[in-house]
């Protein structure tokens, strides 16, 4: 049998990240991004090979964006796509773990979408048109949170009223499992330790960050909640807040819920605390400039990851190795370095030129002897989705 292909999407609310994945290559036949999706400034870029171009799509929707996708996927396939995955960002309990898209599915995340009103309904939009335009291909849909869906009651349940969890779905759910998992089981392989007997710290620090405790091949805690604001000092998003502080806004302010949901989701984080980006390589230049903000930012960011770390560990008979990915903790020498002098107590010492070594894609262990691993893996997302896609297929 020929290496087969995975289309694989993930749709916002404005815009469709898409990627060919063959499931011999390491890097991706076809990729790109069309965004500002319906409004007059719709555009398309797209990577084919080492190919990269852009196309003006006025107006255009998801559908008449994949209208565009499709049938260059088709062709970098060779005519042949086995199937379609889909990122779905929340799964609720429904789901605990990847599946075959069919009606009963599609009503599933229709009816999470409550709990994630900004992104289920854009992904819902991607699957249909998908199905829409190739009605025979196999669809799958692959859940942020349905890796964390082993999490023990006592690490998933608020300490709220128990109708809020019943009745309301009220409880920590977690999200970037697609990348959690992904990390983990490379981590396994880069150290040769069975994924079913490893344990490991996992921090994924993108524009949204989070840290997952998984205790052989299984998540046990992570720092996102019910949504993905909980947790972790972000890019725009404040993490863990005294849940007081809305009634303080409210009366001492008088801001409405939505402006405290935006000042919380959109200008805080890093952004907030530096007053000058959400960005970790600008703040990381200003920091070296002398800038205050970006110095503090740099400073509370890293704190906060360690306590957090700190606090996973509790989910762990035993630790392998910490992890770093994402967009920082694949390429932040400094944000690492500074996140372990926060560890000491675990005995983390680290080999500076490694640390150092271990960007843009280069993955390695950067601990020094006598310290617990410490790796920097990249995450994958799009092909852990396509390999959960070809499982399906496969079973
Ligand atoms: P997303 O969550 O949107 O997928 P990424 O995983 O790409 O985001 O991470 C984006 C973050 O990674 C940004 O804060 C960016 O500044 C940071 N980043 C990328 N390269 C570096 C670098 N060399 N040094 C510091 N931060 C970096």
């Known amino acids: 049998m020929s290496a087969r292909n995975i289309l ?16 011999e290559q390491a890097t991706f036949p076809l990729q790109g991004l069309a965004e500002r999706l319906g409004s007059p400034e719709a555009v398309l870029h797209w990577q084919l090979g080492d190919n990269k171009q852009s196309l003006e799509i006025p107006g255009a929707d998801h559908h008449a964006a994949l209208q565009h996708v499709l049938p260059m996927a088709q062709d970098a396939s060779g005519g042949h796509l086995s199937a379609i995955g889909h990122r779905v960002v929340h799964g609720g309990e429904h789901f605990t773990g990847s599946c075959l898209i069919n009606e009963e599915v599609l009503n599933a995340i ?24 190739f009605p025979d291909l196999p669809q799958v849909a692959v859940f942020d949170t349905a890796f964390h869906q082993t999490m ?31 990390v983990s089981k490379r981590a396994a392989e880069m150290t040769g330790l069975p994924v079913e007997d490893s344990c490991w ?11 997952c405790a998984i205790v052989n091949g299984e998540s046990r ?9 909980e947790g972790l000092v972000m890019g725009t998003r404040s993490g863990d807040v ?8 409210n009366r001492t302010l008088g801001w409405s819920l939505e402006q405290i949901d935006r000042a919380l989701n959109h200008d805080s984080g890093i952004k907030g605390l530096s007053g000058l980006s959400n960005d970790m390589r600008t703040l990381s230049e200003a920091r070296m400039a002398g800038h205050p903000g970006a110095n ?12 957090s770390l700190a606090a996973m560990a509790c989910a762990l008979p035993k630790l392998d190795g910490l992890i770093f990915t994402g967009g920082i903790g694949e390429n932040s020498a400094p944000v690492r370095e500074r996140t372990l002098e926060h560890l000491k107590l675990f005995n983390f010492k680290l080999d500076k030129a490694a640390n150092e070594r271990c960007t843009r894609g280069v993955a390695g262990e950067i601990q020094a002897e006598g310290s617990p691993r410490v790796l920097v893996v990249p995450t ?15 079973a």
């Open 110 to 133: 229709r009816d999470n979408a409550q709990l994630a009103p900004l992104h289920n309904p854009a992904n819902l939009v991607g699957i249909n048109a998908t199905l829409d335009l």
């Open 242 to 249: 005294d849940p007081n502080l809305h009634s303080y806004l």
């Open 221 to 229: 805690d992570t720092s996102m909640g019910m949504t993905p604001l």
């Open 201 to 211: 710290l996992t921090a994924h620090l993108g524009n949204g960050c989070s840290t």
């Open 380 to 394: 994958n997302e799009e092909r852990q989705i396509a390999l959960e896609s070809l499982e399906l297929l496969d």
């Open 8 to 23: 694989v999407i993930n749709c916002g609310s404005s815009s469709m990240k898409f990627a060919l994945v063959n499931e």
């Open 152 to 182: 023990p009651e006592y690490a998933y349940r608020y300490a709220v009223p128990e109708f809020l969890y019943k009745e309301h779905s009220v409880r920590r759910y977690g999200f970037h499992g697609t990348s959690h998992n992904y």
């Open 296 to 307: 503090l930012a740099f400073e509370v960011f890293c704190y906060r990851l360690a306590k």
